[in-house]
């Protein structure tokens, strides 16, 4: 290296003078022979020294404005607003040209310890490859859920959005990822879409072709796989790779989406192709302006989506300050939303989104202030000991969703000891969700079995009973919160529980109540 090259010189330079004073050096010809000669050579490692500099800097100039090209058009920056490959864009960056190209690039001691501070700062939200591969998997997700076009998608077009086009690596690396899911129709059409981008190429002909082979492969389309391979190596003979790779390799990562055709998707689709608000489930469906359960000069405006089972929608629940207020608490405490019962809990593809959870006793006066206005809206008791449980704050950005699933423990009549359910308060009778944040496409709450749903409207709340009257679990409350499409949203639960509702919603006799 010339900064070690030159360190080396000035180091001979001091042993070959060693024992020679300042004014002897003059009455030596040897000496001042000796003196020219290290000069010359402390000249030209400090040009060398000058020349990798210059280098790294030319290189850092170049991949910024590259980052800073890859930004024009997002305005400020990724805001909540931001179209899904403009957050796919930012997530890859940091995987690819921050950590492993412009951070070990910045050797100078000063600027080093600056960029260093800001990188530990930010330490706990960089992405990692985990973060990337999350990324592909909800932009598939998001293609399927709401059929959308891959050249759509590549050309940066989201229903009237627009932003820049993907480059050729990025379609490129969707392919490879969805070859790694077994997605094999997926990763044909990204491939041939990576194949014929009108923009400049990046990713060689040769791999593109090995990883047709891949695909045909997995589809055990051996013949068409052959062919492929043969065209890579006669680009690439000696690429021991294009053989020894043929197969893809499975993973590990969380990320392990597959795409279906259900009713769950249909009715997502509904909420977004048709932009509907609501989808009611009979005519009986009502908006009414009904008395408050507790305080009855407090109105309270209802919108009833069905009726047996009820599921209701509470306008103007909570006020733009308590909304913003919350969310505000939840990005300093939300982390990756985990399934599962007290003994066990996991991350999973069911649900990709962000929790926290508040007390009534924390310092923030709206939490006990909302726990409150659901008993008061409700007319259940929520306030006391084991009522309820913590408000619990959710998060959703890219493709963001939580899949059918019952808010009720479905094991409780397997359960040999309810008494243990019973210490927790019960099972979740009820669920209050609130809605912090407008969505701008996706995200809605759907009901596939009742065939109802409705968008996030904000400030507004969802509620409905998961048990019925006589005490038995009603299944159809199955419900799901469609991705996120364009946007992001903010949610707050609050789940109440069995123990002291006996008085507030008394037993029925008949079963079906």
Known sequence: MPAAYLCLCLHVLLVVCRGVSSDDVFASSAHLRMLDDGERDLINSVKSYISEKRKKIEMLEKLITEVEDCRVGVGEGVTPSSHPIDVVRLIRRFTTTWN?????????????????????????????????????????????????????????????????????????????YALRRSLTDDALVWLAHAQNHSMPPLVPLQDIYHASARIHAQKREFLQASKFITKALELDPWNERYLSEIMPKSTDSDFAWQPTDSNQDRLCREFVIENSNVRRSSAEAICRLERGRIVPFAYRKVEYLSRSPDVLIFHDFITDGDADRLIHLGKTKIERALVGDKLQHFKTEQRIAKTAWLHDDSTEPVVRKLSQRTGEFTGLEVTRYLSSEPLQLGNYGLGGLYGNHYDYDAMRYEKKNLSELMKTGGDRIATLMIYLSDVEAGGATIFPVIDLGTRPIKNAAIFWYNYKRSGLQEPKMLHAGCPVLIGEKWVANKWIREYNQIFKRPCALEVNI
Do not use: W
Not at 113 to 140: C, F, H, W
Not at 161 to 166: E, F, G, S
């Open 100 to 176: 492993d190209i412009i951070f070990p690039l910045i050797s100078d001691a000063s600027t080093a310890r600056e960029v260093d501070n800001l990188r530990q700062s930010m330490e706990d939200i960089i992405p990692t490859e985990d973060d990337y591969d999350g990324a592909k998997s909800s932009v598939l997700r998001l293609q399927h859920t709401y059929s959308l076009p891959v050249s759509d998608l590549i050309n940066g077009t989201i229903l009237d959005q627009r932003t820049k086009p993907l480059s050729q690596q990025m379609a490129f690396e969707v392919s490879l």
